[in-house]
């Protein structure tokens, strides 16, 4: 059984900058992607950024280029999205999410597993 538990939410001014964890456990294959996604209030899921198991491969939307980072560390079985200079707009509940099969990295539905969230507040 895999489970994935998101840590490092909380509340950050605009500018600031948080670390979310995901420690991921159980059954993992080389072909495994770890995802971050996002759902502000009221709003659907949309894709932040992902990474393959080796860390060969970095994805990421629109909204965290040049401001987000994603990276792991596989001796903790851990990945980790870097967020700088944020903003308001960033304000929502983080997901973290394992694909273990194929299908594209940035939808949602190809993600097997998913963690239960950290929410991420931005003050103006």
């Known amino acids: 059984q895999v489970q994935l538990v998101e840590s490092g939410g909380g509340l950050v001014q605009a500018g600031g900058s948080l670390r979310l964890s995901c420690a991921a456990s159980g059954r993992t294959f080389s072909r495994d992607v770890l995802g971050w996604f996002r759902q502000p209030p009221g709003k659907g899921r949309e894709f932040v950024a992902a990474i393959n198991w080796s860390g060969s491969s970095t994805y990421y939307g629109d909204s965290a280029k040049g401001r987000f980072t994603i990276s792991r560390d596989n001796a903790k079985n851990t990945v980790y999205l870097q967020m700088n200079s944020l903003k308001p707009e960033d304000t929502a509940t983080y997901y973290c999410?394992?694909?273990?099969?194929?299908?594209?990295?940035?939808?949602?539905?190809?993600?097997?597993?998913w963690g239960q969230g950290t929410q991420v507040t931005v003050s103006s």
């Open positions: 999410a394992l694909r273990m099969g194929g299908g594209a990295y940035y939808t949602s539905t190809n993600y097997a597993y």
